[in-house]
């Protein structure tokens, strides 16, 4: 089974966001009397006297015992971000990044996880080396990384640009590890993109609501394809990585008119969110979602759904329906708390669930990962995965079973450009085609 757990190298923080300075305070903190909180101060006396080194990082220790205690919290969200991921997130959202241009994820097959390319965008210094999505990284800069977080492995594959990071993968089908220097360099992801497709459809792709102005800059590009004569609109929030839910929100109130959207619910008191705009466009409106929206993109697309304002097309999305504001440490890191589950109007929850599409179209630019693993072959019999019709992956059965993964589609992945092509994209060909169809039974009304 491929885990959904994964992170981003352009952007490590994939959650709704909101900044707060003030110290974290709480109505209750755990009792320092408790049995397990005097074990911990064992621990820490007897590493200071026992343990075989005389010298030990403490700030490495607290940071671990920092990051433990967040990951203990009953829920998939919160985490801390030790000072070098809170630096590379900052970075992140000014939309570029000094790096090699590469989605990292954690792939389980069997028992084994592995650190695998999701993604090598094009143009990037990744796709330049050679690298391909589903290489799995073993090593960087002769350092084994194969049991590394994401966010740890990312900090050592960035750098400043023009140096090199030296990275040993293991590629499905190789029979031997592969090595390859990368030259880092600034890496530019796009905020919004937008063209008008045929017959007067308009499409404009959001890809993040981590920046101040990603509202206004959606708006520039939807108002510029208003002016050119647009009589529908496609919104493709495919791989949107969330962000400030007040982005989100302006959003929204550009297609629906005062009311009630959603509501935020925090140890069962529920808050009620509005639109506030008296004259919301009535453009006949798709929106786009794939597996990878999530948060803020997936509460954009849940509630134009459950207000019956768009149709949405793709794919189920990724299932994060709860608020995680990030509140800044002493230690110049940040621990992100789930706060508050939200809920659209029609009470459905996109948490561990997330948004079904009304139209099921599957996103196929790019490649996707596929893993299957099984026993009851008989040992040194050959195993193929089959995707199609085609051999994607294959290998020799041992006594313990098999584990195969494979890459379906291949190449570098291509977010949708300023000139979309609706001959390469199967899922914003059912868009076009739902817009007009909206069109025309708004144009019978």
Do not use: C
């Amino acid at each position: 089974m491929v885990s959904r757990r994964y992170a981003t190298l352009a952007v490590l923080v994939l959650a709704f966001s909101v900044s707060l300075a003030q110290p974290v305070t709480s109505a209750r903190r755990p009792a320092l009397d408790h049995p397990s909180a005097k074990a911990f101060f064992q621990v820490l006396d007897l590493i200071a006297e026992r343990y075989m080194h005389s010298e030990v990082d403490e700030g490495a220790l607290w940071r671990a015992a920092t990051a433990a205690l967040v990951d203990a919290l009953p829920d998939n969200w919160s985490r801390y971000d030790d000072p070098v991921a809170v630096a590379i997130n900052a970075a992140d959202r000014t939309g570029s990044f000094t790096g090699i241009g590469v989605d990292l994820g954690e792939l389980t097959v069997g028992d084994s996880t592995r650190l695998v390319l999701r993604k090598v965008y094009t143009g990037s210094p990744a796709e330049a080396a050679g690298l391909r999505p589903g290489d799995a990284i073993a090593s960087v800069d002769g350092r084994d990384v194969r049991f590394w977080l994401p966010g740890d492995l990312a900090s050592v594959i960035r750098g400043p640009a023009g140096t090199t990071v030296s990275l040993v993968v293991d590629r499905p089908g190789e029979p031997a590890p592969l090595t390859f220097e990368v030259v880092r360099g600034t890496v530019e992801f796009p905020v919004v993109t937008s063209g008008m497709l045929p017959e007067q459809v308009g499409y404009v792709a959001l890809y993040t609501f981590f920046l101040d102005d990603a509202y206004r800059q959606f708006y520039r590009h939807y108002q510029g394809l208003l002016d050119a004569g647009a009589t529908a609109l496609v919104l493709d929030l495919r791989d949107n990585e969330g962000g400030w839910l007040r982005e989100a929100l302006l959003l929204v109130d550009e297609f629906l008119d005062i009311r009630p959207v959603w509501q935020e619910v925090h140890r069962g008191e529920a808050g009620t969110v509005y639109t506030r705009n008296r004259r919301a466009s009535d453009l006949p409106l798709v929106v786009i979602v794939n597996s990878r929206t999530i948060s803020a993109g997936e509460t954009v697309a849940a509630v134009l759904q459950a207000e019956g304002r768009a149709v949405i097309v793709g794919e189920p999305t990724a299932g994060k329906g709860t608020t995680t504001p990030f509140y800044p440490l002493g230690d110049g890191g940040e621990v992100v708390l789930a706060h508050s589950d939200i809920r659209p109007m029609n009470g459905k929850r996109i948490e561990g669930v997330g948004v079904f599409p009304d139209v099921l179209a599957p996103d196929l630019r790019g490649s996707a990962l596929v893993a299957a693993s099984g026993s009851g072959v008989r040992p040194g019999h050959v195993v193929e995965l089959v995707v199609d019709g085609v051999v994607v992956a294959s290998t020799v059965a041992g006594v313990d079973g098999f584990d195969l993964v494979g890459v379906v589609g291949g190449g570098p992945y291509v977010p949708a450009g300023p000139a979309p092509h609706l001959g390469s994209d199967p899922a914003l060909v059912v868009a076009f085609e739902e817009a007009k169809r909206l069109r025309e039974a708004a144009a019978e009304r």
